[in-house]
Each structure stands twice: as C-alpha cells, then as structure tokens.
C-alpha cells in the first residue's frame, strides 16, 4: 500500500466538512499519520446546529476516507467520545449558558417574608449620648 499523501487526505477532509456545511473558519483540521485531528467550534455555516445523528453522520464519512484510521476531538462546543463501535457526541456547556442557568435561577419569583415586630423585639434601642471630649479640662486645673 502507497504511503498517503498528507495534502489530498486534507482536501478530502474539508469537502467533507463542506459537504456537511461545517463553518470551515471556525474549525482546524490535519491529517498526521493515519489520524485526523479535529479542534476548535463545529459550527454550522447557515442557520441551524448540528445534532448528534448529523455528527455521527459527519465522524461516519470522515472515517470512511482513505488511510484514516482514528479521529482525534478536541472541540470548544461538543464532547465526541468513542464507546466500542458507537460514537457518544454531547454538546458543551458554554459559560453564557451557565450564566442563563443562573440568571434564570435568580429571575425567579421568590418568597420572603420578615416578621417587623420579632425583629424589633430581639434588638432594644440604644439612647445615643453626645461624645465626651476627655482632652480637655474645661480650665480647671489640677
């Protein structure tokens, strides 16, 4: 078998990504060895995003390229992990949704109630007294 020529594994690679109509900005991709590596956002090009079928779809044809072996994830919005023969694909928490979560947490109605009187009776009120200026001797001397 004839050694893979790196350069038209990676043409490959991005039709395929185009195919798929993957945002090829946001996406790097190589081909080393007999493994493509893929990192950065799996974003699509036009509206919509992609779902787990979609990417299993996607990983299903990359891998079916000549001299492809393994496929090699590290991407910002998804976690692709391989399970025996399936592929386990689930999207990332970003932090502007984790800050959603939480904003929507404390957008939430909430009860509060404060009982006037239990709170006056638990705290007496002080008399507050003018401050004593112990500097001086008021010309009385000693």
């Known amino acids: 078998m004839a050694a ?3 350069y038209e594994v990676n043409r490959r690679i991005r039709t395929v990504l185009i195919r798929h ?5 946001k996406i790097d991709y190589s081909f080393i060895g007999n493994t493509v ?3 950065g956002e799996l974003l699509k090009n036009q509206r ?6 979609s990417i299993d779809q996607l990983f299903r044809e990359l891998s079916r ?3 492809v072996r393994y496929i090699n994830v590290d991407l910002k919005n998804w976690v692709i992990t391989y399970s025996g023969r399936s592929l386990n694909v689930e ?3 970003t932090v502007v949704s984790i800050q959603q979560e939480i904003a929507a947490e404390d957008m939430a109605p909430k009860e509060i109630s404060v009982n006037l009187d239990a709170q006056a009776e638990k705290e007496p009120t002080k008399k507050q007294e ?3 200026d112990k500097g001086m001797n008021d010309g009385v001397s000693e």
């Open 4 to 6: 893979p020529n790196r």
């Open 21 to 25: 109509d993957v945002d090829v900005s």
């Open 37 to 39: 590596y893929l990192y």
């Open 48 to 53: 919509g995003e992609f779902n787990a079928a």
């Open 65 to 67: 390229i000549d001299f």
């Open 91 to 93: 999207k990332k928490k």
């Open 130 to 132: 003018p401050p004593v």
